[in-house]
């Protein structure tokens, strides 16, 4: 089993239209988690962090379910802009951090 | 406010060639991670590097696969007698010393092993 899980999509999505991505991961110990975006042929960046009460930044939302082990981001009123890869990433915190990648959720926003 | 630089962007090389990749980190993050993401994969951790501590070399696919660090700052990753299978776009990510949880990544060098 993977240690971070993600539907690869592609989740094609008319603007306007609001989206969601779920990620579980298998290490009950991980300690922190956040969602990173990354754009095609470009490196990853981070979108925002993940926390146990969820938080919000504008148009996304982070939820966080420890005792499923289980990660979700929302995306509402999706813009053009919105289409890249989003990536689940889980910190296991063995004595650093050490970042664990899903392989993406691709996001496709059309006209 | 330079980022993390890697170089070269591109490089093909033949099979069984050496080729050696370099990533320059933000200036100040002493932590600094290498990584390897095949087309349409997630990224694979390599190897970490903190300060002057021993670095987590756990992730090397194979001992073809090294790599340094020299005077806490800039990181060369090699790879010796490359393989077709090590095509892929290497990242080279820095972060603030200890506790910082952003890793702030390099625009990669893509790797074709021909």
């Not at chain 1, 690869?8 to 779920?22: L, Q």
């Given at each position: 089993?993977?240690?971070?899980?993600?539907?690869?999509?592609?989740?094609?999505?008319?603007?306007?239209?609001?989206?969601?991505?779920?990620?579980?991961?298998?290490?009950?110990?991980?300690?922190?988690?956040?969602?990173?975006?990354?754009?095609?042929?470009?490196?990853?960046?981070?979108?925002?962090?993940?926390?146990?009460?969820?938080?919000?930044?504008?148009?996304?939302?982070?939820?966080?379910?420890?005792?499923?082990?289980?990660?979700?981001?929302?995306?509402?009123?999706?813009?053009?802009?919105?289409?890249?890869?989003?990536?689940?990433?889980?910190?296991?915190?063995?004595?650093?951090?050490?970042?664990?990648?899903?392989?993406?959720?691709?996001?496709?926003?059309?006209? | 406010?330079?980022?993390?630089?890697?170089?070269?962007?591109?490089?093909?090389?033949?099979?069984?060639?050496?080729?050696?990749?370099?990533?320059?980190?933000?200036?100040?993050?002493t932590?600094?991670?290498?990584?390897?993401?095949?087309?349409?994969?997630?990224?694979?951790?390599?190897?970490?590097?903190q300060g002057n501590s021993a670095?987590?070399?756990?992730?090397?696919?194979?001992?073809?696969?090294?790599?340094?660090?020299?005077?806490g700052?800039?990181?060369?990753?090699?790879?010796?007698?490359?393989?077709?299978?090590?095509?892929?776009?290497?990242?080279?990510?820095?972060?603030?010393?200890?506790?910082?949880?952003?890793?702030?990544?390099?625009?990669?060098?893509?790797?074709?092993?021909?």
């Amino acid at each position: 089993r993977k240690e971070v899980e993600q539907d690869p999509g592609p989740f094609n999505v008319p603007e306007g239209a609001t989206v969601a991505f779920n990620c579980t991961y298998s290490n009950s110990a991980s300690q922190s988690f956040f969602w990173y975006r990354q754009d095609c042929r470009k490196e990853p960046k981070l979108l925002m962090s993940v926390y146990s009460s969820g938080n919000e930044d504008g148009r996304f939302t982070a939820q966080l379910n420890r005792a499923s082990q289980y990660i979700s981001l929302l995306i509402r009123d999706s813009k053009l802009s919105d289409s890249a890869t989003y990536l689940c990433v889980v910190n296991e915190a063995r004595g650093y951090n050490k970042l664990i990648f899903g392989a993406g959720t691709r996001l496709a926003v059309h006209p | 406010g330079a980022g993390v630089s890697q170089s070269p962007s591109n490089k093909v090389t033949e099979k069984g060639k050496d080729v050696e990749l370099r990533c320059d980190p933000i200036s100040g993050h002493t932590a600094l991670y290498w990584y390897r993401q095949s087309l349409g994969q997630g990224l694979e951790f390599l190897i970490y590097f903190q300060g002057n501590s021993a670095p987590d070399k756990s992730g090397l696919p194979s001992d073809r696969f090294s790599a340094e660090r020299t005077g806490g700052s800039v990181s060369t990753l090699t790879i010796q007698r490359t393989q077709q299978e090590d095509s892929a776009v290497y990242l080279c990510a820095s972060t603030v010393p200890w506790g910082g949880d952003e890793q702030y990544f390099g625009p990669g060098t893509r790797l074709t092993v021909t």
